[in-house]
């Protein structure tokens, strides 16, 4: 069985790339109003548009974020749920049940978020408390020599008794 391969028209490509390029500078391109493309072939040439791919943060800009923030975004998504939840329908039973489940699942998730943030921010506490005595209490050398034995007992991962 051969493979099939239509014709194009000499000039496509030129006129694909500049879709591209627009696509690429303004993802709405094709859904503006003097958009001449419609139906079937805006779906097509949709399917040319670059994949945005999620928004990704650096190790400095997530460290930055406090806490609060952190909570404040949690408490926000947990909002949107249930204003969502507030706008179903009563007589669509199956939806509203799939709401309640995702709604459950999506609490357990956020629960168990905020356990970790808590967790986090008592580990960072512990360690600056460690490091303050440290700092305070060592000359330069017995901090080298403190550091040096955390150092190799990390590696060993053996906790002495």
């Known amino acids: 069985m051969s493979t099939f391969y239509p014709d194009f028209p000499e000039n496509i490509e030129f006129s694909l790339i ?5 696509l690429e500078e303004n993802p709405n391109y094709l859904n503006e ?10 779906e097509m040439l ?18 930055a974020r406090t806490d609060d923030q952190l909570e404040r975004e949690v408490t926000e998504l ?7 939840g507030a706008k179903l329908s009563v007589d669509d039973v199956t939806e509203r049940m799939s709401y309640y489940r995702t709604h459950t699942n999506l609490l357990e998730k956020l ?23 440290i700092e305070e209490s060592l000359t330069a050398d017995q901090r080298t020599q403190v550091m040096d034995n955390l150092h190799q007992q990390i590696q060993t991962g053996v906790i002495p008794q």
């Open 111 to 133: 629960v168990s978020m905020k356990e970790r943030m808590g967790n986090v921010k008592s580990v960072a506490t512990f360690q600056a408390i460690v490091l303050n005595c």
């Open 46 to 63: 949709q399917h040319l548009a670059p994949k945005v791919s999620p928004e990704l943060i650096s190790t400095e800009e997530f460290k």
């Open 33 to 42: 109003p003097d958009c001449p493309y419609h139906g079937k072939l805006r």
């Open 78 to 84: 947990l909002d949107d749920i249930k204003s969502f």
């Open 18 to 22: 500049v879709v591209i390029k627009a």
